[in-house]
């Protein structure tokens, strides 16, 4: 099943890579921000992080360098 807010957040994912290592610190916590808002919206649970990319396996190569993902937050057990 595909959601229709795929391409909206890979295009976000790829646009904060290239913030990050780009434009000012300022612009990119404020749209780092937005994208998190956007997403917690879209998907309860999920948020963004930038995460060290590495392949499954036994040998985890790593795989892409760093960039922006996301992932579902933590729960607290009951």
Same mark, same amino acid.
Do not use: K
């Given at each position: 099943?595909?959601?229709?807010?795929?391409?909206?957040? #890979?295009?976000?994912?790829?646009?904060?890579d290239?913030?990050?290592?780009? &434009?000012?610190l &300022?612009?990119?916590?404020a749209?780092?921000?937005? *994208?998190v *808002?956007?997403?917690?919206?879209?998907?309860?649970?999920?948020?963004? #992080?930038? &995460?060290?990319?590495?392949?499954?396996?036994?040998?985890r190569?790593?795989?892409?360098?760093?960039?922006?993902?996301?992932?579902p937050?933590?729960?607290? &057990?009951?």
């Amino acid at each position: 099943m595909s959601n229709p807010h795929q391409a909206t957040i #890979a295009q976000q994912l790829q646009e904060l890579d290239e913030l990050y290592y780009t &434009a000012p610190l &300022a612009l990119y916590e404020a749209t780092l921000r937005l *994208a998190v *808002a956007q997403l917690e919206h879209i998907l309860p649970g999920f948020t963004i #992080a930038f &995460a060290e990319i590495y392949t499954i396996g036994s040998e985890r190569q790593a795989h892409g360098g760093m960039c922006h993902v996301f992932l579902p937050v933590e729960r607290n &057990a009951e």
